[in-house]
Nanobody
């Protein structure tokens, strides 16, 4: 079992930045690929970014490419999401998730473990 806890969300003005963290416990995330998803009110949960177990491979949704950066520190069992140039449409609850896969995973069903999410609100 892997327990995931997100933190770092909050209220920020458009153009601002936030850094989300996802701390894992229970098992090391070293053997898991990790992803970030988000869900806005009334919308389905959508893929944001994927990072492979080693961090060597990443994949971003077009909507965040060039603005968001994912990284991981396996020694600290933590994954990060640096979000810059935030827009009001980035407002959502952000979730991190772990997937036992060596391949790029963008679908929710590919992930076995989920955090409870952290709210990000971007004001215009």
């Amino acid at each position: 079992q892997v327990q995931l806890v997100e933190s770092g969300g909050g209220l920020v003005q458009a153009g601002g930045s936030l850094r989300l963290s996802c701390a894992a416990s229970g098992r090391t995330i070293r053997s898991y690929a990790m992803g970030w998803f988000r869900q806005a009110p009334g919308k389905e949960r959508e893929f944001v970014v994927f990072i492979s177990w080693s961090g060597a491979s990443t994949y971003y949704a077009d909507s965040v490419k060039g603005r968001f950066t994912v990284s991981r520190d396996n020694a600290k069992n933590t994954v990060y999401l640096q979000m810059n140039s935030l827009k009001p449409e980035d407002t959502a609850v952000y979730y991190c998730a772990a997937a036992p896969t060596k391949y790029i995973a963008t679908m929710t069903y590919e992930y076995d473990y989920w955090g409870r999410g952290t709210q990000v609100t971007v004001s215009s």
